[in-house]
């Protein structure tokens, strides 16, 4: 049993384990962002950051990594602009909650995160994109709406709707920019940065976070302290959820091609919104139910394409560190990204 665990990290299915712990993530900081009374996106962004890149600093005391300062000197202009691109996605990732209900928001997020993945990884990362992406894509898509329930598709008031939310509209736009925004993050992460070890990546990303935050909050005015307590434990705890999902998100790129990986992180999605209704007592409906089945029929179509015909295809950089006989710590570490060329 302990060897089983232990050779895990090895098998074929660990990338989607990881996409699966990602999604579990996101929808933790999905909620826990709803139950702050002071969301703003900004502020979320800046204080999580700011707890996170303490433990980067000890992640990076314990496993220092000096010698790839030289490729990040080399490779500076591609770091910085990760540090943006993550900074201003899940900023807007954050404050998305803001201006349109949760439903409303994640489910268009995870939308735009699965349609762009496909257009990255086809056209960026050159990846192959299998005949089980005819059903398993439709079948996410279709499972994210009816799981989510956008207030915009199924809501009967709509005058409450846009009592509530009067921005409804920018709050759907800024999902989208969200969820595109991620997924570029992770393409420039998957290529101009793959053999970046993640403690380095997570640190221009928290860094530019509280940059851009600070400056932000300065030209809107937005009070520094959070005056409840409840939203202090909740910045805590979303400093935790928030790099945890980061570094588990990055590990499924490097083994997982993105859409993969966002089709998988859309079963946490369904069992959150399935366990609303079923343990919090919120209103029962079949649509949820179809939508949770639609989702993981979409997995399993991903799972059941590993298990017949996934091959792990390693990078010609891989390849030189297996011949080169290097310590199995330094292969542990470094994020060797699996990509499956078109032209194989």
């Not at 950051?49 to 591609?78: A, E």
């Not at 990055?250 to 079923?278: G, P, Q």
Request: net charge neutral; proline share 3%; with cysteine.
């Amino acid at each position: 049993m302990l060897k089983a665990v232990l050779n895990f990290p090895k098998s074929r299915f660990f990338g989607l384990f990881c996409a699966f712990s990602s999604g579990c993530f996101r929808a933790a900081i999905c909620y826990l962002t709803h139950f702050m009374k002071d969301g703003n996106g900004f502020k979320v962004n800046l204080y999580t950051c700011i707890l996170g890149i303490m433990y980067v600093k000890m992640w990076q005391l314990l496993t220092p990594k000096l010698d790839q300062l030289p490729f990040l000197l080399k490779n500076w202009k591609m770091w910085l602009l990760s540090g943006i691109m993550g900074s201003l996605s899940y900023t807007a990732a954050f404050q998305m909650f803001s201006y349109a209900p949760t439903s409303d928001a994640y489910s268009i997020f995870l939308g735009a995160e699965l349609i762009v993945g496909i257009g990255v990884d086809y056209f960026i990362l050159k990846k192959v994109i299998g005949v089980q992406a005819i059903v398993s894509v439709p079948l996410a898509i279709l499972g994210i709406i009816f799981v989510c329930q956008p207030k915009s598709l199924f809501a009967h008031d709509d005058a409450l709707l846009s009592h509530d939310y009067p921005n409804h509209t920018f709050g759907c736009l800024v999902s989208v920019l969200g969820g595109m925004g991620v997924v570029l993050w992770w393409g420039v992460c998957g290529t101009a940065l793959g053999d970046t070890h993640t403690s380095f990546i997570i640190l221009a990303y928290a860094v530019f976070s509280i940059l851009i935050g600070s400056v932000m909050m300065e030209i809107f005015k937005i009070g520094w302290c959070y005056v409840h307590t409840a939203d202090r434990v909740i910045s805590v705890c979303l400093s935790f959820c928030d790099i945890l999902n980061i570094v588990t998100s990055l590990s499924a790129i490097s083994l997982e091609s993105i859409y993969v990986t966002s089709i998988v992180r859309t079963a946490f999605l369904a069992a959150f919104f399935v366990a609303d209704e079923t343990f919090l007592k919120e209103p029962f409906s079949w649509a949820s139910i179809v939508g949770g089945v639609a989702i993981f029929i979409s997995v399993g179509a991903e799972a059941i394409h590993k298990i017949a015909v996934g091959k792990k295809i390693i990078t010609t950089s891989a390849l030189l560190n297996n011949i080169s006989n290097i310590s199995s710590s330094k292969k542990d570490t470094e994020r060797q990204p699996l990509i499956e060329d078109k032209n194989e």
